[in-house]
């Protein structure tokens, strides 16, 4: 199976809105509640920030929100910080497996 | 709190063997399926393998299908993965992570360079 596809970056400056795209199939992010999303810093592990498509862990802001339309799941990152800077990925179940986005560089300006 | 230490990782020639450990606390571990994720340099993560709460479940990448096995000791609250036959390929940071539908906690990572 294909990595899921999200843009390679996006950006806006503090305060905005920005949103990212991640686009599966039928068979994993349209078939499955379990579309995660993850920011990493350089040099440091993914962390959890969006599970089963909208919900945040504990001690997430709540400026970051997630939604899923079909096969597509997004990520909304309000009210920007420059602390937001990072890449963020999408995961997904795929039935017996997970697969990736390769990931978007998100920067404020 | 939830960690999880990688280690184990280093170069190996092509063709070699490693075997990654990771030691998990502030948790049951028994009462999660765990996860082997790795991350090549300038990539996205990819999933390789994971494990059910006694281990009499497991799934692989079939990109490493043959070649690497997921074990845990759940006494020692440890998971392992023993990589065989590596190639160039398989190079990455691994992480170990906790899984419940999705993988939620993750190591910091452990560092395979395969290269002659």
């Known amino acids: 199976q294909s990595a899921l596809t999200q843009p390679p970056s996006a950006s806006g400056s503090p305060g905005q809105s920005v949103t990212i795209s991640c686009t599966g199939t039928?068979?994993?992010?349209?078939?499955?509640?379990?579309v995660s999303w993850y920011q990493q810093h350089p040099g440091k592990a993914p962390k959890l920030i969006i599970y089963?498509?909208?919900q945040r862990p504990s001690g997430v802001p709540d400026r970051f929100s997630g939604s899923k339309s079909g096969n597509t799941a997004s990520l909304t990152v309000s009210g920007l910080q420059a602390e937001d800077e990072a890449d963020y990925y999408c995961?997904?179940?795929?039935?017996?497996?997970?697969?990736f986005g390769g990931g978007t560089k998100l920067t404020v300006l | 709190q939830v960690q999880l230490v990688e280690s184990g990782g280093g170069l190996v020639k092509p063709g070699g063997s490693l075997r990654l450990s990771c030691a998990a606390s502030?948790?049951?571990?028994?009462?999660?399926?765990m996860s082997w994720i790795r991350q090549a340099p300038g990539k996205g993560p990819e999933w390789v393998s994971h494990?059910?709460?006694?281990?009499?479940?497991?799934y692989y990448a079939d990109s490493v299908k043959g070649r690497f096995t997921i074990s845990r000791d759940n006494a020692e609250k440890s998971l392992y993965l023993q990589m065989n036959s590596l190639r160039a390929a398989d190079t990455a940071v691994y992480y170990c992570?906790?899984?419940?539908?999705?993988?939620?906690?993750w190591g910091q990572g452990t560092l395979v360079t395969v290269s002659s």
């Open positions: 992570a906790r899984y419940y539908g999705q993988p939620d906690y």
């Open positions: 502030g948790f049951t571990f028994s009462d999660y399926y």
């Open positions: 494990i059910s709460r006694s281990g009499s479940t497991i």
């Open positions: 039928s068979s994993d992010v349209g078939g499955y509640n379990y």
């Open positions: 089963e498509v909208s």
């Open positions: 995961g997904s179940y795929a039935g017996n497996n997970n697969l």
